[in-house]
């Protein structure tokens, strides 16, 4: 599978960005979906997960209440919609996908990843 994230910006405190992650390739819905992300200097983690009907989500403590993965397999798309952006969501964002249909936050675990989109959050 292919992946190509967008919608990343630069916006203001308290702004919001959709970001979107376009599959192709292989049928998408057999895919759990989730976003990465790595701001300078540290490493990549993980932002959220969804499963492959959508009926299930994760989300890293940090952007619980803020941020909400969906996807349309209609469409082959997963989107992050991130609301009340902070500074500390800098970051290139990176869509990523696996074939097993259990969620996980381990980076090693997704075996396809796209090519990131950047998010700057201004103060």
């Known amino acids: 599978v292919q992946l190509q994230a967008s919608g990343g910006g630069l916006v203001q405190t308290g702004g919001s960005l959709r970001l979107s992650c376009a599959a192709s390739?292989?049928?998408?819905?057999?895919?759990?979906m989730g976003w990465f992300r790595q701001a300078p200097g540290k490493e990549r983690e993980f932002v959220a997960a969804?499963?492959?009907?959508?009926?299930?989500?994760d989300y890293a403590d940090s952007v619980k209440g803020r941020f909400t993965i969906s996807r349309d397999n209609a469409k082959n798309t997963v989107y992050l919609q991130m609301n009340s952006l902070k500074p500390e969501d800098t970051a290139v964002y990176y869509c990523?996908?696996?074939?097993?249909?259990?969620?996980?936050?381990?980076?090693?675990?997704?075996?396809?990843w796209g090519q990131g989109t950047q998010v700057t959050v201004s103060s």
């Open positions: 969804i499963s492959r009907s959508g009926g299930s989500t």
């Open positions: 390739g292989r049928t998408f819905s057999i895919y759990v």
């Open positions: 990523a996908a696996r074939s097993f249909d259990t969620i996980t936050t381990m980076t090693r675990n997704y075996p396809y």
